[in-house]
């Protein structure tokens, strides 16, 4: 059982925190080195932008706020209540970890990296004057989605969350590259320095706990 404990451990630490965090790295690397657009951008952008039209406006705009930190957070301190009425603390700490150490890495990153955000036509939607790299928008969602999918792994309601989460976090990166306010680095470095955060997140929690566990036992022998 321990070995296979180690074995998940050591899965988790390579698939969701190592690779996430080189591909980040490769990202923010080549952002650095170019102004504007990577190559590769233009042509994801521009296909998106090509499918333009008032109703397809009008569900972007719609849309992305969902996305945002002012829309998840409120929803994240509401899970963080019923997580402390319910004493369910390692949910709790979990949550509250996770989402203060999301926001915590948008900002920063943004203000280090100071990307431009892409100005390639006239714009309909009033864009926030933050920078462009990493996406808030890309962290946030993918970030709430995987505290969603992490808290309910053990239930039978998993891949139903699995299956909402993927679409909610989807539809907000495909809002905000039809109202052009990200480019495509933006939202990939933003999921992949979500997913490296969050399932850091569960390690440390696992560790915290465990040690704690074994404090407990010290004290009743």
Not at 108 to 116: Q, V
Not at 121 to 139: C, K, N, R
Request: charge should be positive.
């Amino acid at each position: 059982m321990l070995k296979q404990n180690q074995n998940k451990v050591l899965i988790l630490l390579l698939f969701g925190v190592y690779l996430p965090l080189q591909i980040f790295v490769i990202l923010l690397l080549a952002v650095h080195n170019h102004e504007g657009a990577l190559s590769w951008e233009l042509p994801i952008i521009l296909t998106i932008h090509d499918q333009a039209g008032e109703k397809l406006n009008l569900l972007a705009a719609t849309l992305t706020n969902l996305g945002s930190f002012w829309t998840t957070t409120p929803l994240v301190i509401g899970m963080a209540l019923s997580f402390l009425v319910a004493k369910r603390w390692n949910f709790l700490l979990y949550t509250v970890m996770t989402f203060l150490g999301a926001i915590s890495i948008s900002y920063t990153g943004k203000i280090i990296i100071h990307r431009a955000r892409p100005r390639l036509w006239e714009l309909f939607y009033q864009v926030g004057t933050d920078y462009s790299f990493p996406s808030g928008h890309a962290i946030s969602s993918m970030s709430f989605a995987l505290i969603l999918i992490i808290l309910t792994w053990n239930s039978s309601w998993r891949w139903l969350v699995v299956i909402f989460s993927s679409l909610f976090v989807i539809s907000i990166a495909w809002t905000r590259l039809y109202l052009g306010v990200h480019y495509p680095s933006d939202i990939f470095a933003g999921w992949m320095i979500a997913l490296a955060w969050t399932i850091a997140v569960v390690l440390m929690v696992k560790v915290f706990l465990m040690r704690l566990s074994d404090e407990n036992l010290e004290y009743d022998r």
